[in-house]
């Protein structure tokens, strides 16, 4: 089954924190373009608080990157969804019904935009607004 996912949840299959095991038990991972940055950001961020090591974090951010090698649209690992003008302008109408931050509303407006094409797309995440606002825009939230 398609599962659309956060950086919150991307970055879980790297690091071995609550959740997981879960979440690399997911198969059909879609995510967002934006993740290529907001994963690697989250796991330095882990290096400069302390739960990474540079190494770690490194080896970390090359794995990631290896498995998002590929094309724009397919890696590896994972469907990509491009930042498209269509994405971004239904990002804009989500932050006004949503107490979203802009990637926030970003990454919803991309599953949505999965979710119309592939029924039944799962929404992973580990932000609660993000997941209040995809349960409210009709996502079933994993």
Excluded: C
Aim: no cysteine.
């Amino acid at each position: 089954m398609s599962s659309f996912a956060d950086s919150s949840a991307l970055v879980k299959l790297y690091v071995a924190e609550p959740e997981h095991e879960r979440v690399r038990l997911l198969t059909e991972l879609t995510m967002s373009a934006l993740a290529q940055v907001e994963v690697p950001a989250a796991l330095w961020r882990k290096q400069r608080t302390g739960e990474l090591s540079a190494g770690e974090a490194r080896l970390l951010t090359e794995a990631f990157a290896d498995d998002v090698e590929g094309s724009e649209v397919t890696s590896p690992r994972f469907t990509i969804v491009s930042v498209s003008p269509a994405v971004l302008a239904g990002a804009a109408r989500l932050v006004a019904r949503h107490p979203l931050r802009g990637y926030d509303a970003v990454q919803l407006a991309s599953a949505l935009a999965v979710a119309a094409t592939v029924p039944g797309t799962r929404f992973v995440s580990f932000d609660t607004a993000l997941n209040g606002a995809a349960a409210a825009e009709g996502l079933q939230v994993l």
